[in-house]
């Protein structure tokens, strides 16, 4: 079964402070591909991230920074010193190499000022 | 902004009623998906088109079916609308049926009476 898990429903932290947020995902296939994205209340989501699973090398882009852990079928999301305008939803997805994203359930992020 | 525009933004319909949504996909891109998005869920593949063909489909019935034209626009079409079917629905539109990265639109936010 192809499945992404993220338990954390929504987060609250305030200005400054760092949060994780959780993606563990389910697949048998060797080759695939992890995604993050944000949904602002807009509604669009705006890509993020992608990792291929043969590339387990962390990733930092600004604040933003992305652990990937093929052992525990794991890539977590961390923002670092978060600002009121990271407050969004928070989508993980899995690419099989096929022709369809597999989401989680989102994580909605409040960054209070 | 992704290049990728839906049209209408919001529509409100009655159950019984059919629904037709709009997609125009970034430039140079063959590829568009559609997914709805339930209120607090994570978005769900419905179909994929590449090239005009539908290359893919989820778990949706019959009466949801769409149309890629020859400049790669999309359409989705809903039958028989049912009070369930209320969800935001997002066109994603990609370089290839591969999905190593898609662009989403803003949505398209359903309302079924």
């Known amino acids: 079964a192809q499945k992404v898990t993220q338990a954390q429903t929504e987060i609250s932290v305030v200005e400054k402070e760092d949060v994780t947020l959780d993606c563990v995902y389910e697949?048998?296939?060797?080759?695939?591909?992890l995604f993050w994205y944000k949904q602002p209340p807009s509604g669009e989501l705006v890509f993020l991230i992608r990792?291929?699973?043969?590339?387990?090398q962390n990733e930092i882009s600004g604040r933003y920074s992305w652990n990937f852990q093929k052992s525990t079928s794991s890539f977590n999301f961390t923002i670092t010193a978060s600002q009121v305008v990271d407050s969004a939803v928070y989508f993980c997805?899995?690419?099989?190499?096929?022709?369809?994203?597999?989401f989680g359930t989102g994580t909605r992020l409040k960054v209070l000022a | 902004e992704t290049g990728v525009t839906q049209s209408p933004t919001h529509l409100i319909k009655t159950r019984g009623q059919q629904v037709t949504l709009r997609c125009s996909s970034q430039?140079?891109?063959?590829?568009v998906s559609w997914y709805q998005q339930a209120l607090g869920q994570g978005p769900q593949f419905i179909f994929q088109?590449?090239?005009?063909?539908?290359?893919g489909r989820g778990n949706f019935p019959p009466r949801f079916s769409g149309l890629q034209f020859p400049n790669y626009s999309s359409e989705l079409n809903v039958n028989a609308l049912e009070l369930d079917d209320s969800a935001l629905y997002l066109c994603?539109?990609?370089?290839?049926?591969?999905?190593?990265?898609?662009?989403f639109g803003q949505g398209t936010r359903l309302t079924v009476v």
């Open positions: 088109y590449y090239r005009e063909e539908e290359n």
């Open positions: 997805a899995l690419n099989p190499g096929t022709y369809k994203y597999i």
């Open positions: 994603a539109s990609s370089p290839g049926a591969e999905l190593t990265e898609a662009f």
């Open positions: 430039s140079g891109h063959n590829t």
């Open positions: 697949t048998r296939d060797t080759t695939y591909y």
């Open positions: 990792r291929n699973s043969f590339d387990e």
